[in-house]
């Protein structure tokens, strides 16, 4: 049984891009079940986990599911911290325009300001 | 806070995320291929030097004999065991593993 | 104090399970309690007693099982991930069991400290 009442601060560090490897649908799915727990969740995209969050996604051809539609849901489950890293953005020749979703942009000192203030740090 | 790097610097951009993500003070820990980072001469020396003024660097020790690099390991660095290990889990408030 | 460890690949193709088990003997041996170790990802290939290593290498599952009893150790294989990659019960090793995500946010919440190990 978890704690009642107990209120941590999570943050799922998202750093790899969807469909070459599995990390970021399974990571999704933990995040979703998160929502469940009460607890101050917040999703941070650093590195090639950008990619995750790109706008106009077409899997047919690779005859895997698009998961990303699943970003825009997290509102619904009371998600509503996205944290997404400026350089990684600058780095891919990305903008905010880009993006899917509703995200605050901001520097790589920043988002490790962020990362310390954090209770549980998950990865994948 | 307590970062875990265990990839090797030639070979993912890993340990540069690491560096350029976390706060001064923390603790950076090189684990499993990570160790390599702290081999004398390689081409993430430089890097790794600059962060030794930032961060606590340290090592895995069983992972960096496993490798045959133990006569090769830069100074500042701080080896440390699998008990180490757990100290510094236990003694940073939190910690991110950059897989 | 407790930790909870999450494990993200499988059994000899990483490194991540041997160094998980490694830190979670370590941390016992310190005095700490591992609350739960939880199997994500790749890492519910931890947990099938169907694997056969060659004699002279390390039985990885059967070392988890066996740490397992030793220590009254909760082992917990992701429900969704373990059925996509032909995880069940009928191949589960002792001392796993199979259960949902949640555990792993409650592993989160109840111990002090979560260390991933994975790729």
Same mark, same amino acid.
């Given at each position: 049984?978890?704690?009642? @009442?107990?209120?941590?601060?999570?943050?799922?560090?998202?750093?790899?891009? $969807?469909?070459?490897?599995?990390?970021?649908?399974?990571?999704?799915?933990?995040?979703?079940?998160?929502?469940?727990? !009460?607890?101050?969740?917040?999703?941070?995209?650093?590195?090639?986990? &950008?990619?995750?969050?790109?706008?106009?996604?077409?899997?047919?051809?690779?005859?895997?599911?698009?998961?990303? $539609?699943?970003?825009?849901?997290?509102?619904?489950?009371?998600?509503?911290?996205?944290?997404?890293?400026?350089?990684? #953005?600058?780095?891919?020749?990305?903008?905010?325009? !880009?993006? #899917?979703? !509703? &995200?605050? &942009?901001?520097?790589?000192?920043? #988002? @490790?300001?962020?990362?310390?203030?954090?209770?549980?740090?998950?990865?994948? | 806070?307590?970062?875990?790097?265990?990839?090797?610097?030639?070979?993912? =951009?890993?340990?540069?995320?690491?560096?350029?993500?976390?706060?001064?003070?923390?603790?950076?820990?090189?684990?499993?291929?990570? *160790?390599?980072?702290?081999?004398?001469?390689?081409?993430?020396?430089?890097?790794?030097?600059?962060?030794?003024?930032?961060?606590?660097?340290?090592?895995?020790?069983?992972?960096?004999?496993?490798?045959?690099?133990?006569?090769?390991?830069?100074?500042?660095?701080?080896? *440390?065991?699998?008990?180490?290990? *757990?100290?510094?889990?236990?003694? =940073?408030? =939190?910690?991110?593993?950059?897989? | 104090?407790?930790?909870?460890?999450?494990?993200?690949?499988?059994?000899?193709?990483?490194?991540?399970?041997?160094?998980?088990? +490694?830190?979670?003997?370590?941390?016992?041996?310190? /005095?700490?309690?591992?609350?739960?170790?939880?199997?994500?990802?790749? /890492?519910?290939?931890?947990?099938?007693?169907?694997?056969?290593?060659?004699?002279?290498?390390?039985?990885?599952?059967?070392?988890?099982?066996?740490?397992?009893?030793?220590?009254?150790?909760?082992?917990?294989?992701?429900?969704?991930?373990? +059925?996509?990659?032909?995880?069940?019960?009928?191949? +589960?090793?002792?001392?796993?069991?199979?259960?949902?995500? /949640?555990?792993?946010?409650?592993?989160?919440?109840?111990?002090?400290? +979560?260390?991933?190990?994975?790729?």
């Amino acid at each position: 049984m978890s704690e009642e @009442g107990v209120v941590k601060k999570f943050m799922f560090v998202n750093r790899k891009a $969807p469909y070459g490897t599995i990390y970021a649908l399974e990571s999704l799915e933990v995040v979703l079940i998160s929502a469940a727990f !009460d607890q101050d969740v917040s999703l941070a995209f650093l590195d090639d986990g &950008v990619f995750q969050l790109k706008k106009g996604q077409q899997t047919k051809g690779i005859e895997n599911k698009n998961f990303s $539609p699943t970003y825009r849901a997290l509102d619904g489950y009371d998600i509503e911290k996205l944290y997404v890293e400026k350089e990684a #953005l600058d780095a891919r020749g990305l903008t905010e325009d !880009d993006l #899917l979703v !509703d &995200v605050t &942009v901001m520097s790589s000192a920043e #988002l @490790g300001k962020l990362m310390e203030e954090q209770d549980v740090v998950l990865s994948f | 806070m307590l970062h875990i790097v265990n990839k090797s610097p030639q070979d993912r =951009n890993t340990l540069d995320s690491c560096l350029r993500v976390a706060q001064a003070g923390g603790t950076v820990l090189l684990i499993e291929d990570g *160790v390599y980072a702290v081999v004398k001469g390689n081409a993430a020396e430089s890097k790794l030097k600059a962060a030794l003024g930032k961060f606590k660097v340290c090592a895995l020790a069983p992972d960096v004999d496993a490798r045959g690099i133990a006569d090769r390991v830069m100074d500042g660095v701080t080896l *440390v065991d699998y008990a180490g290990f *757990v100290d510094l889990v236990a003694e =940073n408030k =939190n910690c991110q593993s950059w897989l | 104090m407790k930790f909870a460890i999450t494990i993200n690949e499988g059994p000899y193709q990483h490194q991540a399970s041997d160094s998980a088990y +490694l830190f979670c003997k370590a941390a016992l041996e310190k /005095g700490h309690e591992i609350r739960r170790v939880f199997f994500y990802h790749d /890492g519910v290939n931890n947990s099938t007693r169907l694997t056969e290593p060659p004699q002279d290498d390390r039985n990885i599952v059967a070392r988890w099982s066996k740490f397992s009893e030793e220590h009254k150790l909760d082992l917990v294989v992701c429900v969704a991930a373990a +059925l996509r990659r032909g995880i069940r019960d009928e191949n +589960l090793a002792p001392g796993f069991r199979i259960s949902g995500l /949640g555990q792993l946010v409650e592993a989160g919440i109840e111990a002090d400290r +979560l260390v991933t190990f994975g790729d």
